[in-house]
């Protein structure tokens, strides 16, 4: 005699068939949200990457959010020429011209943090004129020996534009600005089928034991190094090479139990500075077994093999790229290249291909 299933075995089997299809949905839905690590040592070029692509996927800023970087490239701006003005007096460098004593005044009076609409006339005109002074620009020369910030330049050779009354900042302007991030800031783009879940990470060494609670489940790690950093000390610790730290640091995530499985992208940044900065840092008094002299591509070859060569899983392959976080054409396509590398690992850690 023939026995069919009862309605309680044929509702058991049903809500079984749900919980599988709602484990394949929930597995799919997995796949296509990326958690990505934004890693490096502090300045690297983390935060660039965060604005680039909300410029390339999210449509670029309002007027208003636009507006509200004013008082940071404001602050930025008059910081540097701060930091350049006090390297003088520990150098012992003279200005040029002692006219000048008068504009250095002016920016000694400024707070940390410039608020207001537009720069003030004086100080945009004190920066102005302090840039064109022989002194400022030999002290300039020699920043290496001190902390300035890699945007200082461009705020200086832009101060016209920067403290006009109606001044907006532009792309560019909102790229280069600098905020130290502290802790950890996660932002979501929607990229094609793939969610990305980007977590920005401070690199400064006291932010770096934060990190851990974003180990969990990362599909990639984005290490940013800025490579232009080669001839510098730590703004943390004023001993320590900027490149050998980064180095350590990269050892320490590629090799680490926590990313054995996780695919790394290596992105080998400010490679405009970095090209600017070998005819005149010789690389080999920083790293002696460096033997391309000013070559360029020597040089980035050899930065190239030393962070690869640090990989001890001979099955990890380590994804990278030379890159300059500000150019946003540059950008747009790298980041195409990164969105290919993880469509392609997640096809392969699911066995289709």
């Known amino acids: 005699m023939g026995c069919g299933m009862s309605t309680e075995e044929k509702e058991g089997k049903a809500r079984?068939?749900?919980?599988?299809?709602?484990?394949?949905?929930?597995?799919?839905?997995?796949?296509?949200?990326?958690?990505?690590?934004?890693?490096?040592a502090g300045e690297s070029g983390k935060s660039t990457i965060l604005k680039q692509m909300k410029l390339i996927h999210e449509g670029g800023y309002s007027r208003d959010e636009r507006e509200s970087f004013k008082e940071i490239i404001f602050s930025n701006t008059v910081q540097s020429m701060r930091v350049i003005l006090e390297a003088m007096e520990s150098l012992e460098?003279?200005?040029?011209n002692q006219k000048m004593e008068y504009h250095v005044q002016t920016i000694f009076m400024q707070p940390a943090q410039i608020e207001g609409e537009s720069l003030p006339p004086e100080v945009g005109k004190a920066i102005a004129e302090l840039w064109t002074d022989g002194g400022v620009q030999n002290c300039f020369k020699r920043s290496r020996e001190y902390q300035l910030n890699d945007s200082a330049r461009y705020y200086f050779d832009n101060i016209q534009r920067i403290a006009?009354?109606?001044?907006?900042?532009?792309?560019?302007?909102v790229l280069r600005s600098r905020v130290k991030t502290t802790g950890i800031t996660e932002t979501t783009f929607i990229i094609g089928d793939l969610t990305y879940r980007m977590f920005d990470v401070?690199?400064?060494?006291?932010?770096?034991?934060?990190?851990?609670?974003?180990?969990?489940?990362?599909?990639?790690?984005?290490?940013?190094?800025?490579?232009?950093?080669y001839d510098q000390l730590l703004f943390e610790d004023e001993t320590v090479n900027r490149m050998q730290e980064a180095l350590t640091l990269f050892d320490s995530i590629c090799n680490s139990r926590w990313f054995i499985k996780t695919s790394i992208i290596?992105?080998?940044?400010?490679?405009?500075?970095?090209?600017?900065?070998?005819p005149v840092s010789p690389m080999k008094n920083y790293f002696p077994d460096y033997e391309g002299g000013d070559d360029y591509a020597a040089a980035c070859d050899y930065i190239?093999?030393?962070?690869?060569?640090?990989?001890?899983?001979?099955?990890?392959?380590?994804?990278?790229?030379?890159?300059?976080?500000?150019d946003t054409t540059q950008i747009r396509f790298v980041m195409a290249a990164v969105n290919d590398i993880i469509i392609q690992e997640n096809l392969r850690q699911c066995g289709l291909i």
């Open 16 to 40: 079984n068939e749900e919980i599988e299809n709602q484990l394949k949905r929930d597995r799919l839905q997995q796949r296509n949200e990326i958690k990505m690590l934004l890693l490096g």
């Open 93 to 96: 460098l003279p200005l040029s």
């Open 164 to 173: 006009a009354p109606d001044y907006m900042p532009n792309d560019q302007d």
């Open 202 to 229: 401070g690199g400064q060494r006291s932010e770096r034991k934060k990190w851990i609670h974003c180990f969990e489940n990362v599909t990639t790690i984005l290490f940013l190094v800025a490579i232009s950093e």
């Open 266 to 278: 290596l992105f080998l940044n400010k490679i405009d500075r970095f090209k600017e900065k070998l």
């Open 304 to 326: 190239l093999n030393r962070f690869v060569s640090l990989n001890q899983h001979e099955t990890k392959q380590i994804y990278t790229h030379f890159t300059c976080a500000t």
